[in-house]
């Protein structure tokens, strides 16, 4: 009997000894219980795709936030209209693309209201600058979803 006692340390040892895991140093893969198009397409290319939804942190922006949001997106389109600048279309353009981004990923909003709306208001950002980087790069990438879900991309 004392011997099972004695190879007990030993035991809480192999652990160490083996090492834990897979042995790879790499960045641990995050895995979902689905896999959609844009995640079958990269693994058949050998790359790894994350949800951009999950990879995202809590957003604290309440529809009342973007209210206030969108208020000031009215104010900034009056001004332009009114007096139209260089730095009131800068101003426009950059509360458009921040509206816009808080509506893609505010939690009180449905999927619908969420990137139709986003998406409606990147284009409205894209029509004062076609070259609006952050307007590109996630309108493209929303147009993207819909048409990888096989749904009509909204108007």
Not at 3 to 31: E, F, H, N
Not at 44 to 67: I, M
Not at 80 to 108: V, W
Request: glycine letters at 8%; aromatic letters at 8%; proline letters at 6%.
């Amino acid at each position: 009997m004392y011997g099972i006692y004695r190879s007990l340390p030993l035991l809480a040892l192999v652990p160490l000894l083996l090492g834990c895991g897979s042995g790879s140093s790499g960045t641990p893969k995050v895995t979902y219980s689905y896999v959609d198009a844009d995640q079958q397409k990269a693994a058949g290319a050998g790359q790894q795709f994350e949800d951009p939804s999950k990879l995202h942190g809590k957003n604290d922006f309440t529809k009342s936030d973007l209210d206030k949001l969108r208020k000031s997106l009215e104010a900034a389109k009056g001004a332009y209209n009114s007096a139209p600048s260089e730095p009131a279309k800068k101003k426009l353009i950059g509360i458009t693309d921040e509206l816009a981004y808080e509506t893609m990923y505010c939690e009180q909003l449905t999927p619908h209201e969420k990137y139709a709306g986003a998406l409606k208001l990147y284009r409205e950002a894209l029509a004062l600058d076609p070259k609006d980087k952050e307007a590109i790069r996630w309108s493209t990438q929303i147009i993207d979803v819909y048409k990888s879900m096989g749904k009509p991309v909204p108007e």
